[in-house]
Antibody, heavy 122, light 109 residues
Framework: QVQLVESGGGVVQPGRSLGLSCAAS????????MHWVRQAPGKGLEWVAV????????FYADSVKGRFIISRDNSKSTVSLQMNSLRPEDSAVYHC???????????????WGQGTLVTVST | QSALTQPRSVSGSPGQSVTISCTGT?????????VSWYQQHPGKVPKLMIY???KRPSGVPDRFSGSKSGNTASLTISGLQAEDEADYYC?????????FGPGTEVTVL
């Protein structure tokens, strides 16, 4: 079955950078779009970014555009999120999620990983 | 601040029906048939319950149904059960981005 395992979270100072990674297994990784979605402690879900199956197309939430970069390595079945110029409001659990395959499905987070916690604080 | 609005909470007794609304604009909910609903129990990962407004993934009970009218999408839970007590989030495609609603807490009385 689908398995998504995030790593790389931790405590980082404001203004610094952090990289997250998500290892995927149990499905044909290279044909699915992949997402990052975050959830601050006790708060709701916030979509962060999506990358197309071939990695050519990348789209971001306004709140992270210009600071975060999503990428993928289909040979390793991994998707990454490079987070730069971090702010306290970026503190959250970051989940990677697999998209769907039907029309419009690539835009839909379907299966989610457990997430990795990022805390931005002095 | 979410671009979509949901009621903060809804409640119902076992066996009753509850409906959660998700109101957006013609730029998101009203403009595309790409509304999804997620169920999240405390400490758990969100689970996809409805996609493309009305479709249910395999394994989701048929007491969960979705609909849309204009700029408002709705999730209805019929025959409410104790295990349905959770937070529910709507999500809409909105031209090269996704937006989530703030979430609705469903309480089974």
């Amino acid at each position: 079955q689908v398995q998504l395992v995030e790593s790389g979270g931790g405590v980082v100072q404001p203004g610094r950078s952090l990289g997250l990674s998500c290892a995927a297994s149990g499905f044909s990784f290279s044909i699915f779009g992949m997402h990052w979605v975050r959830q601050a402690p006790g708060k709701g879900l916030e979509w962060v970014a999506v990358i197309s199956d071939d990695g050519r197309n990348k789209f971001y939430a306004d709140s992270v555009k210009g600071r975060f970069i999503i990428s993928r390595d289909n040979s390793k079945s991994t998707v990454s999120l490079q987070m730069n110029s971090l702010r306290p409001e970026d503190s959250a659990v970051y989940h990677c999620a697999k998209g769907g395959l039907d029309v419009g499905g690539s835009w839909r987070p379907e299966d989610w990983g457990q997430g990795t916690l990022v805390t931005v604080s002095t | 601040q979410s671009a979509l609005t949901q009621p903060r909470s809804v409640s119902g007794s076992p066996g009753q029906s509850v409906t959660i609304s998700c109101t957006g604009t013609s730029s998101d909910v009203g403009g595309y048939n790409y509304v999804s609903w997620y169920q999240q129990h405390p400490g758990k990962v969100p689970k996809l319950m409805i996609y493309n407004v009305t479709k249910r993934p395999s394994g989701v009970p048929d007491r969960f149904s979705g609909s849309k009218s204009g700029n408002t999408a709705s999730l209805t839970i019929s025959g409410l059960q104790a295990e349905d007590e959770a937070d529910y989030y709507c999500c809409s495609y909105a031209h090269l981005r996704n937006v989530f609603g703030p979430g609705t807490e469903v309480t089974v009385l």
